[in-house]
């Protein structure tokens, strides 16, 4: 038994010593793992290069931890991938080769699981588990897994997935040192990515600077274009890249543009342009990017493009079309390919936009080069003809000049000028060259013409499909099925001056080709357009004496006008100067009195000045003159001619003629004219002017030269209301501040100061001064009077009666005790002394501070508003009698409320709840219970400045239609 004993004792000795020792092993060996885990992340942590990163990741675990299987994934939430990096191992190579990827989505599958959950998975026996989906790309010899998400905060930015060909191969302490693991592993990863995404971001910066440098370079467009295409495939996923070029539209050409292949690299130009010949959908994809105006990303299941077409990829490759615009205008397109899926986001969309944009500079820029080149042919064409025009003084060499020179230097085969003739409502042929046009065809009738009637409504070149129909010519001689017609119209200051009728033949002046194209129209346009300005320069040279002495006539009356200041003296100057440099018989000045309805002459001159000074003075009633009558009426120039000699100043006063519109008559004649002295819809008077033996032609003239100074005239009688008005306004502006401060020096500067107590006010008037008014001040007992009151009116009556009104309240305060007492004395005062039906409505109440009773009486006033908000109420006071003012016979009844401790009472005129909008409608009550009951508030002031915002954005704007006052009394917590 001892020996058992002993030997049982030594067992047990023995088994906590091999206990002891396993477990000094367990914690070596932690300690090493831990060990490590730390020279591991700190290692790993230096090297920023990511692919090497991942490899060295998957190198170190399997040898310091003796893992056969190592494999590390990257996750792609855009492209819904997971995709395999790195490994270690007999299945790494193969996998590798295939570019495996797992996807995000997929219902089975650990490593997709973990990708989505974000949380770690063990699994000792694959076999036993639903999710395991065993990897057909390599040997599958897997019998336990265990699979790590590489998160950083809430990103998971990678799988580390370790297996062994044996079960039960991994503990949870395995599980516990690889997420340890994990973290540093997720940190480096996101270094490395943000130190790859720096490096690709600088590359590509610096290959948008080496193509914008391109651009000051003198290279080929298809070399520029080249240079593109190689830059996107320094810093793009791009297995092929294409430019593609519109062509460019012909006017009044509505066939469909064809696109030209520009540049192309990774497959053959024929591989391409054989695709888009054998199927239409695959052009549509370059089209949509076209129409849709904006960046087009291939999905896989779309048709293929051109470059996938070409390329022969698979049905699930990526490709985008990105469009060329040049000034709005979409010019080509951009297309990039690449044999995988999803990789083209919105970040290439940028880039790519960017180069096309490069594109589009230089392929701009190559077109203008081009037009420039024909733009110099039409600037020498025009300038040759401009100085042929030069020296030119009349229009018949001017015309002379065009019809010789256009055909040499446009080389059509015929033209013809025309001229517009006013008085004939025609256009006259003045100038031909190449035929020999009948009588009949030397004039185009308005409305006779389509062609004619084509161009006036359009002012714009007509082409002439039927001569003979279009114009009624037939002298022209030209081939109908290579020949062209087109009216052209000299247009000056939006008047259509002339008609320049060109005839051209494919075949030109000398036999040379010669087709007609929008160049060839715009060149004829040009020098139609300097035919314009010619012909007007020639005309306005001919009026140049005409306008010159115009000018000074305005001037000396601007003159007068600008340096007297008394109107009659102006006045006076204008009839003599009218006499002496228009020629007028005479001239007078009537000036119109708005609140007499009467005429009165201010000023007259004429040939018997001592008649014209008998008139000066004279008022005339409406009905009296009958031209001063049909100005006023018609507030335009009425013109009656003179029939007899007879009428002189002092008898045609009640002259009756029917006034002529066109003043142009082919005879000398004399007249009355009355011009407006008006501005603005604003009638100041009448300027009559009698003028004898005026010529048809200059009459025009003469009418516009008075129309002017009775322009100025009216200006002068304007300035001078202008100033009476000014003088009047400054004045009761003056007044109304004077009494605004006056109103303000009744009412407190500021609220009182009482302990456990917060008190506000808001008062504005409608107008500079008001009828609201308040009033706080302290009774003969330490209490505190509050008043409230809206007089029934606005502006200055109401500030009166306000002013009395509180006289009168704070007087009987010193004697009455309460509110409803004070009322009545006030009532009763005032109703003696009201006679103009003013009223007013009032509320006064008296507060006791220390107990917070609340004592008042209501005159007719709007209910204040009691805020409670310990128990989430708000309650209107009871509503008391009659307005102050009305009747001697009002009695006011004294009601007691007890403010608690953070209740708050609101005190408003109408003008709060009866604020408006520009549809009148309405704020009201409800609206300011609502608010008030929403507000989060905490003193009186933010709870006023809650409702006047409120109010204001009510209003949108509109002006106040009332007085508004506030007073809100908050009791503190």
């Not at 932690?30 to 991942?54: M, P």
């Not at 008042?856 to 009691?866: D, Q, T, V």
Request: proline share 4%; aromatic share 8%; net charge negative.
């Amino acid at each position: 038994e001892n020996d058992m004993l002993v030997i049982r004792s030594l067992a047990d000795n023995i088994a906590l010593a091999v206990e002891g020792a396993r477990l000094y092993n367990n914690l070596v060996r932690r300690a090493d793992q831990l060990a490590a885990l730390a020279d591991i992340n700190y290692s790993l942590s230096q090297i920023l290069d990511l692919d090497r990163l991942l490899q060295e990741i998957v190198v170190v675990i399997h040898e310091r931890f003796n893992i056969p299987f190592v494999h590390i994934f990257s996750v792609h939430p855009g492209r819904r991938k997971i995709i395999y990096e790195a490994g270690i191992g007999k299945r790494a190579k193969n996998i590798k080769a295939r570019a495996f990827a797992f996807e995000l989505d997929a219902p089975k599958g650990i490593i997709s699981h973990v990708a989505r959950t974000g949380q770690p998975m063990l699994v000792n026996d694959v076999s036993q588990q639903p999710l395991y989906k065993p990897n057909r790309t390599a040997p599958n010899a897997t019998q336990a897994e265990m699979t790590l998400p590489l998160k950083f905060g809430d990103e998971v930015l990678g799988i580390l997935d370790l297996q062994s060909e044996h079960t039960n191969a991994f503990t949870q302490d395995d599980l516990s040192l690889f997420e340890g693991l994990a973290s540093g592993l997720a940190l480096s990863i996101r270094n490395a990515n943000i130190f790859r995404t720096e490096r690709w971001r600088r590359s590509v910066a610096d290959s948008f600077k080496e193509v914008a440098g391109m651009l000051s370079k003198n290279l080929e467009l298809d070399e520029f274009l080249e240079k593109i295409l190689i830059e996107l495939e320094k810093n793009l996923p791009c297995d092929a890249a294409a430019i593609w070029l519109l062509s460019e539209v012909e006017e009044d050409d509505d066939s469909p543009r064809n696109l030209k292949l520009a540049a192309v690299r990774g497959t053959t130009r024929a591989s391409i342009t054989n695709s888009i010949g054998e199927s239409q959908a695959v052009r549509s994809f370059l089209t949509y990017a076209i129409e849709k105006n904006e960046p087009v990303i291939r999905k896989p299941s779309d048709p293929y493009g051109p470059l996938g077409f070409a390329c022969n990829f698979k049905p699930n490759y990526s490709s985008i079309a990105v469009p060329l615009y040049s000034s709005n205008e979409v010019i080509g397109v951009l297309t990039l390919a690449h044999q995988t899926e999803g990789r083209y986001g919105s970040e290439t969309s940028m880039i790519a936009s960017t180069f096309a944009s490069y594109a589009a500079v230089a392929i701009e820029n190559a077109r203008l080069y081009t037009n420039a080149q024909e733009d110099a042919w039409s600037s020498t064409v025009l300038l040759q003809v401009a100085e042929s025009m030069h020296s030119i003084s009349t229009i018949d060499e001017l015309l002379s000049t065009i019809v010789r020179l256009t055909p040499l230097l446009v080389g059509i085969n015929q033209c013809a000028l025309y001229l517009h003739n006013p008085n004939t409502f025609s256009f006259d042929m003045k100038k031909w060259y190449g035929f020999t046009p009948s009588e009949d065809e030397l004039s185009l009738k308005d409305g006779d013409s389509v062609g004619l009637i084509r161009v006036q409504a359009t002012m714009a070149p007509a082409y002439i499909e039927n001569l003979q129909h279009e114009l009624g010519i037939s002298s022209f001689s030209i081939d109908e099925s290579t020949g062209t017609l087109v009216l052209v119209p000299l247009i000056s200051h939006d008047e259509l001056m002339g008609l320049f009728l060109v005839s051209h033949n494919s075949t030109g002046e000398f036999g040379v080709s010669n087709k007609f194209t929008n160049q060839t129209l715009a060149i004829l346009s040009g020098i139609a357009q300097q035919t314009s300005v010619a012909l007007e320069n020639i005309r306005l040279v001919e009026n140049r004496q005409e306008e010159a002495y115009i000018t000074a006539v305005l001037l000396q009356v601007a003159q007068a006008v600008v340096s007297q200041n008394d109107l009659q003296d102006i006045l006076e100057t204008v009839v003599h100067l009218l006499s002496i440099l228009v020629g007028l018989d005479a001239s007078l000045i009537y000036l119109w009195n708005n609140e007499t309805s009467t005429f009165i002459v201010s000023n007259a001159t004429a040939a018997d000045q001592m008649k014209a000074d008998q008139l000066i003075g004279k008022v005339f009633q409406t009905g009296e003159n009958w031209i001063l009558d049909q100005v006023l009426t018609t507030d335009q120039m009425v013109a009656c001619p003179i029939p007899d000699q007879q009428y002189t100043l002092g008898n045609w006063e009640t002259i009756n003629c029917e006034p002529v519109a066109d003043l142009n008559l082919s005879m000398e004649q004399d007249w009355l004219l009355g011009f407006p002295l008006s501005i603005k819809g604003v009638f100041y008077g009448v300027l009559i002017a009698q003028e004898s033996n005026v010529q048809p032609a200059f009459h025009n003239k003469r009418i516009e030269l008075i129309k002017g100074v009775a322009q100025q005239t009216t200006l002068a009688i304007q300035n001078e209301w202008l100033k009476k008005e000014m003088v009047g306004r400054e004045r009761m502006e003056r007044e109304f501040q004077l009494a605004r401060e006056i109103q303000k020096t009744f009412l407190p500067e500021s609220t009182p100061t009482l302990d456990g107590w917060d008190f506000d006010l808001k008062w504005q008037t409608a107008r500079e001064v008001g009828g609201d008014f308040y009033d706080l001040f302290e009774t003969k007992d330490k209490k505190l009077a509050i008043v409230i009151a809206d007089v029934s009116d606005k502006g200055m009556p109401a500030a009166l009666y306000m002013t009395v009104t509180r006289t009168l309240i704070r007087a009987t305060a010193q004697t009455a005790t309460t509110p409803a007492a004070i009322l009545e004395r006030v009532n009763a005062l005032l109703e003696m002394e009201s006679r103009n039906g003013m009223f007013v409505t009032a509320f006064m109440a008296i507060l006791d501070p220390v107990t917070g009773v609340f004592t008042y009486a209501n005159a007719g006033h709007n209910l204040p508003i009691w805020l409670k908000p310990s128990s989430n109420e708000s309650d209107r006071l009871e509503m008391d009698g009659i307005a102050l003012a009305v009747t001697s016979e009002a009695r006011y009844i004294n009601k007691k409320i007890a403010l608690e401790k953070d209740d708050y009472l609101l005190l408003y005129t109408d003008g709060v709840t009866e604020a408006s909008t520009a549809d009148d409608e309405l704020f009201t009550e409800p609206r300011l219970f609502e608010l008030i009951k929403n507000a989060k508030i905490s003193t009186s002031s933010e709870l006023l400045t809650t409702i006047e915002n409120a109010i204001q954005e009510f209003r949108a704007g509109e002006p106040p239609s009332d007085d508004l006052t506030m007073i809100c009394i908050h009791r503190k917590n």
